[in-house]
């Protein structure tokens, strides 16, 4: 890394350590939950500090920091932004961006410009951040549930929207009624809702059968065989990094205890754990809800009687909107890129409803079919 490569780097670690800790502050005010502010104001004052250590870094090397400022207008935003996404969404927006920064620093680690002392003290703010991001992690445990619920109301209101759209679009290069245009895409979602509803019903359920029979079983063998899985016990921990002697303590000692043993082998093998069963009526209330809202909203613009030619690009704007949304959604909860997976399904599902709207259009023309 070139030293002017690291000055920019230094610089933007001041200003996302500046921005961490107002934002960690203030997110500290706004919850009541003692615990939860606690922490979020421990988090700030470390991350204060770490904005201290750039700024000494930077200064070290004939750099003004001075000009290095909050934008006030920017962290209220963000705030605003934080608050309207709500708490679960925050708490798993904080999590990537300190895992972002353990990867940033780590790469500045290599730098050669850095002295001995201050690779010791970049060691240990990389130490504070994969804290920060535990911290994080353990509040968002409470919410896993509902994470997986969010998960299915965001892909179900995803394939609706989509769906329907295209299926607007489609009717519209045939209709010259926009409110005909409306009513055929209710019944295309209304159809499609229960099929996607009862789909994940049938198919959480089925998955639940399957893990609830493992789970069965693994208590069987615990209660009346356990010795059968004392290599298996064994075998799991040395691949685990235990050395042989460790991993025969640990297995021996599950042997006696059927809670552990069966934890050991549900959880460290399977992945399992009763309380973590995905209820299947849940799943699919939430996706056929969810779908049938992603169907109904781009169907808006036609139940307002507005002229196809207006109706169309209304929804495929309303479409877009809600696509960036469930991008987001999608992205921060799968902690992948933000703005690809946002722009994959707008560009994905304006795609598909250009293209259906070209071919309704083609077969009005080229049958001679137009219904006004």
Do not use: C
């Amino acid at each position: 890394m070139e030293f002017e490569e690291l000055l920019n780097n230094a610089r933007k670690a001041l200003m996302d350590e500046l921005y961490a800790a107002a934002i960690y502050t203030k997110l500290s005010r706004l919850y009541r939950d003692k615990k939860v502010s606690s922490k979020l104001r421990r988090i700030a004052e470390m991350e204060s500090r770490h904005a201290v250590f750039w700024a000494k870094f930077l200064k070290k090397r004939g750099f003004d920091t001075s000009k290095i400022k909050i934008n006030h207008f920017l962290l209220n935003t963000k705030i605003l932004f934080y608050r309207i996404i709500g708490y679960v969404l925050t708490l798993k927006l904080l999590e990537n961006e300190e895992k972002d920064a353990v990867l940033f620093y780590s790469k500045l680690l290599d730098s050669k410009y850095l002295s001995p002392d201050e690779k010791d003290e970049l060691k240990r703010i990389i130490e504070d951040e994969l804290l920060h991001e535990q911290e994080i992690a353990e509040e968002e445990e409470a919410f896993k549930d509902f994470m997986e619920h969010i998960r299915d109301a965001v892909l179900g209101m995803s394939d609706g929207l989509v769906e329907v759209l295209s299926v607007a679009a489609g009717l519209a290069g045939v209709y010259g009624d926009p409110f005909n245009v409306a009513v055929g895409g209710t019944i295309v979602g209304i159809a499609g809702a229960l099929s996607m509803g009862i789909g994940s019903y049938t198919s959480v359920k089925a998955q639940r059968e399957v893990r609830i029979g493992v789970l069965e079983k693994i208590k069987l063998i615990v209660k009346y065989v356990p010795q059968t899985l004392f290599e298996r016990v064994k075998k799991h921990m040395v691949a685990k990094g235990f050395n042989e002697e460790t991993a025969s303590i640990i297995a021996k000692e599950s042997m006696n205890k059927e809670e552990l043993l069966s934890k050991i082998v549900s959880v460290e093998e399977y992945g399992l754990t009763e309380e973590r069963l995905e209820d299947p009526v849940k799943a699919g209330l939430y996706t056929g809800i969810f779908y049938i809202l992603g169907a109904i909203i781009p169907l808006i613009p036609y139940y307002l009687r507005a002229p196809v030619l207006l109706s169309l690009p209304a929804s495929f704007i309303i479409a877009a909107l809600l696509l960036g949304g469930m991008g987001f959604v999608i992205a921060v909860i799968a902690e992948i890129n933000i703005k690809k997976k946002m722009l994959e399904l707008i560009l994905a599902g304006i795609g598909s409803a250009t293209l259906t709207f070209i071919i309704g259009k083609l077969a009005s023309l080229l049958l001679g079919v137009e219904v006004g």
